[in-house]
């Protein structure tokens, strides 16, 4: 993966179905996170949705026919002025939810969402076994801090 380092601005593009969370926020927290990584010129896409349609994405790409937090999709290609990193979707019925049960906010729920997800787009998979899952759980924590 790429990182354009001494050039442009980064682009982040939030569409949501659904939701009261503010998509400049979701911008805010998004360019920390690839500012925190020293990455320039990179484009970023973030759908907030609901569980009926990541459940949808889940069963289509993963084979897995159920709803889930969050998905993230490393493309990893130029774009025009910018170099697409991926897009991450998370769920907002899922974020609820889990948010409730751990006790926090909405809005805290979405930002470990939001840096889980940006995790896998730098290329790290916690599903790969006991040491790629210790590496990911040490980057996302770091980031969780750094914000």
Do not use: C
């Not at 939001?114 to 980057?139: N, P, W």
């Amino acid at each position: 993966m790429k990182s354009l380092r001494g050039q442009r601005k980064n682009r982040i593009l939030v569409r949501k179905d659904k939701g009261k969370i503010s998509t400049g926020w979701i911008k805010t927290i998004a360019e920390s996170l690839l500012n925190l990584q020293g990455m320039q010129g990179i484009e970023i896409s973030i759908y907030l949705t609901d569980d009926q349609v990541i459940r949808e994405l889940n069963k289509n790409y993963r084979g897995k026919d159920k709803a889930t937090d969050v998905l993230s999709f490393i493309l990893d290609e130029p774009a025009g002025k910018y170099h697409l990193l991926g897009e991450i979707v998370i769920s907002l019925d899922t974020a609820e939810r889990q948010a409730k049960d751990l006790g926090h906010s909405l809005e805290e729920e979405i930002k470990r969402l939001l840096v889980h997800g940006f995790v896998h787009l730098l290329g790290y998979d916690h599903e790969l076994g006991e040491e790629e899952e210790r590496v990911f759980k040490q980057v996302e924590e770091k980031l969780i801090k750094s914000l």
